[in-house]
C-alpha cells in the first residue's frame, strides 16, 4: 500500500460510517497523518487508524464492517 493509497482508504472509511465524524475531526486526524515523514510509517499509522474506524463503524452499527482496507 502506498501513501496515497492509505489516504484514500481512511476517506473511504470515513465516508461508509453512518455517523461520518465532523470536518474539523477529520482534519486533525488527517493533519496529524500528514505529519509523518516516512512513507512506511505511514502506512502503518494509517492501517491503525482504519482499525480505530472500523471498530467505530461496529460500535455504531453493530455489524462487523466488511471492507478489505485492513485486514
Same mark, same amino acid.
Given at each position: 500500500?502506498?501513501?496515497? !493509497? /492509505?489516504? *484514500? /482508504? $481512511?476517506?473511504?472509511?470515513? #465516508?461508509?460510517?453512518? /455517523?461520518?465524524?465532523?470536518?474539523?475531526?477529520? =482534519? &486533525? /486526524?488527517?493533519? *496529524?497523518?500528514? +505529519? &509523518? +515523514?516516512? =512513507? +512506511? +510509517?505511514?502506512?502503518?499509522?494509517?492501517? %491503525?487508524?482504519? *482499525? *480505530?474506524? @472500523?471498530?467505530? !463503524?461496529?460500535?455504531?452499527?453493530? $455489524?462487523?464492517? #466488511? %471492507?478489505?482496507?485492513? @485486514?
Amino acid at each position: 500500500m502506498t501513501r496515497d !493509497e /492509505a489516504r *484514500a /482508504a $481512511i476517506l473511504r472509511q470515513v #465516508n461508509s460510517l453512518p /455517523a461520518p465524524p465532523s470536518a474539523k475531526t477529520l =482534519d &486533525v /486526524a488527517m493533519t *496529524a497523518l500528514d +505529519e &509523518v +515523514e516516512s =512513507d +512506511e +510509517e505511514y502506512v502503518r499509522s494509517a492501517k %491503525t487508524f482504519l *482499525a *480505530a474506524l @472500523q471498530f467505530v !463503524e461496529y460500535v455504531q452499527t453493530g $455489524i462487523r464492517p #466488511n %471492507t478489505d482496507t485492513v @485486514q
